[in-house]
C-alpha cells in the first residue's frame, strides 16, 4: 500500500497511459463484476488509510455544493447568501463548488464543520457507488490525488491480472506513448457508442506499439506499428490471421489505403479490415 502523496503523484504521471489503457479495458469487463471488486477494496482501503492525517481533498479538490448546502454554508460563516457566492462559490463542470483551495473550512488538516460538511465531501471518493464503469474518467482523475483510489485503482489491476500487461519496455519515449493513448482514447470516444463494448487498446514494447481491440472479452490484435521518430510516419504491419504474424508487406487488405503513417489511420485501417 502506498499513501506518500509525491509518490503517488509521481506514479499518476508514470501510469497515466497505463490508466487509460486500464479504462478501456474495464469498459469490455461486467460492471457488477467491477463495482463488487471495487466496493471490497474501497471498505479494505478506507480502514486502513487515516483521512484525518491526509487532507489531500480538502486541500486540492473542488467540492460541489448544491443551493441547500449553500444557505447552511452561508450560515455558519454568518453572511448572506448573495456574499457567499460572490466570495466562496464559482461554476465547476456547470455546477456550484467551492472555489478556494485549499477549502475555507480546513483547520489544521480537518474539517472545522465536519457534522455541515456538504454531501459531496461525505461521498468523497465515490468509490462505494453503483456503476463505477461508467465514472472512470473521475475515478483517473482522482488517482493521483487520493491515496485511497489509487491503491483501489492499482488493486484492481491486480485482480483483473492487468498488471505487467503494459509494463513491457519500450523503447518510444513516454511522451510519445502517453500522446498515442491519448489519441487512441479520442479515436475510441468518438467511433464506439458506450454500450458497444468495443475499444482499441495499445500496447508498447520494444519499438512497437501493438494495436489491438477488445470486443466485449474477446481481444484481437489488429495491427503492429514501428515508430519511426516521427508521429505521423508510423510502419505499419497489418496481423495476418492466416499466418497469426503482422505482415508489413501486405498491402492488398481492404482498408491498406487507409493507412497513411497516422495512429488514427491505422485505426480506419483496422476498422476496414476487420469489420466490428
Ligand atoms: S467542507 Fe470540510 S470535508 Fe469538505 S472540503 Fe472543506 S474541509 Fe474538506
Ligand atoms: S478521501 Fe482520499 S484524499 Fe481525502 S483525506 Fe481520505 S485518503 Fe486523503
Redesign the pocket.
Known amino acids: 500500500m502506498i499513501t506518500n502523496l509525491e509518490e503517488i503523484k509521481t506514479l499518476g504521471e508514470i501510469n497515466e497511459d497505463e490508466n487509460y489503457q486500464f479504462r478501456v479495458y474495464l469498459k469490455g469487463q461486467k460492471s457488477f463484476k467491477t463495482d463488487k471488486i471495487v466496493h471490497g477494496l474501497y471498505k479494505k482501503f478506507s480502514k486502513e488509510i487515516d483521512c484525518t492525517t491526509c487532507?489531500n481533498?480538502?486541500?486540492c479538490?473542488k467540492?460541489g455544493v448544491n443551493e441547500n448546502e449553500i444557505i447552511r454554508?452561508s450560515g455558519i460563516l454568518n453572511i448572506s447568501v448573495e456574499k457567499m457566492r460572490e466570495q466562496y462559490i464559482e461554476k465547476f463542470d456547470r455546477s456550484d463548488s467551492?472555489k478556494n483551495l485549499?477549502?475555507?473550512?480546513?483547520?489544521d488538516l480537518?474539517?472545522?464543520?465536519?457534522e455541515?460538511?456538504?454531501g459531496?465531501?461525505?461521498s468523497?471518493p465515490h468509490l462505494h457507488k453503483k456503476d463505477i464503469t461508467s465514472r472512470l474518467l473521475s475515478v483517473i482523475g482522482n488517482y493521483s490525488e487520493c491515496p485511497i483510489v489509487f491503491n483501489v485503482f492499482e488493486e484492481l489491476k491486480t485482480e483483473y491480472n492487468f498488471r505487467n500487461r503494459n509494463m513491457a519496455k519500450s523503447n518510444i519515449p513516454f511522451e510519445i506513448q502517453k500522446q498515442a493513448s491519448k489519441m487512441i482514447y479520442d479515436f475510441n470516444e468518438k467511433h464506439f457508442a458506450e454500450e458497444m463494448n468495443v475499444n482499441y487498446f495499445a500496447e508498447f514494447k520494444g519499438k512497437y506499439l501493438y494495436l489491438n481491440r477488445y470486443e466485449g472479452k474477446l481481444i484481437s490484435p489488429v495491427a503492429r506499428l514501428e515508430y519511426t521518430g516521427n508521429m505521423d510516419e508510423w510502419e505499419f504491419a497489418i496481423f495476418k490471421w492466416s499466418t497469426e504474424k503482422y505482415d508489413p508487406d501486405d498491402w492488398f487488405f481492404p482498408g491498406s489505403e487507409l493507412a497513411d503513417g497516422t495512429i488514427e489511420g491505422a485505426m480506419e485501417a483496422g476498422l476496414e479490415a476487420y469489420p466490428i
Not at 480537518?110 to 465536519?114: G, L
Open positions: 487532507g481533498c480538502c486541500l479538490l467540492t454554508l467551492l485549499p477549502c475555507i473550512f480546513l483547520k480537518k474539517c472545522s464543520i465536519y455541515s460538511r456538504p459531496d465531501c461525505k468523497y
